[in-house]
């Protein structure tokens, strides 16, 4: 049973283009604080050599700014990472739950949080190409499997039901016989069918019938006799 289980599960990512499950996505490697100091200070050197100093004023305060601007989005995809992650749990536990409002509704956000996970980083390729997802977006993928299954499921029914209401289903039968067992026909069915019922509420129906069938004999016999 654990085998089959994880080869489906193996089958599932590979369908992804997932090779490896992590627990958590990678950081970006950033240069420390001061490796990009000595770096700055060295192209300094070099620039004050070939430069006038108003020109490496100028290009110290663009170098400053650009360093600034990384910061800033180093941080913003560190929240945005953080953001989806929080998504992705609500969105794995909720469809864990059972029956939901919409199938169709959890199939489209879980996709979306998907693709929004790709884009901050929780699905990409190590070194040498090996391509990753961390084990939440794993998750996501498992509930998304099951919600497009519960989604097919429930449009088949849909489907089954419309075509019921197009057909006439009889709900009256054609009539009984002395033991009560009552017979059916179906359109588009050639056969008669017969619907047994149980002995002991057979036996029942058939003594209420025998006896109103003597109750009519008496009744006539009484009309008789006034005659």
Known sequence: MQLSAAIEETVMLRSHGVEVVIPRAPEEPELSEKEEEKKEEEEEDRETRRRPTR???????????????RERERNERIRDREETEI?????????SGGQQPSWSKTVKVLKDAI???KRVGLIGSLEGGVTYCTELVKQAY??????????????????????????????EPLGRDRYCR???SFDGD???????????ESERERERSEET?????????????KE
């Open 87 to 95: 998504w992705l749990q609500s969105l794995v536990a909720t469809s």
């Open 115 to 117: 693709r929004e996970g």
């Open 142 to 171: 498992k509930a998304l499997l099951e919600a497009e299954t519960s989604l097919r499921e429930e449009e088949r029914e849909r489907e089954m039901n419309r075509a019921l209401a197009e057909l006439f289903v009889r709900t």
């Open 182 to 184: 009552r017979y059916w």
């Open 190 to 200: 050639e056969r008669l069918w017969v619907e047994c019922r149980e002995r002991e």
């Open 55 to 69: 020109e490496v004023t100028s290009i110290k305060d663009q170098k400053r700014k650009l360093r600034e601007e």
């Open 213 to 225: 069938i003597k109750e009519k004999e008496r009744e006539r016999e009484r009309e008789k006799e």
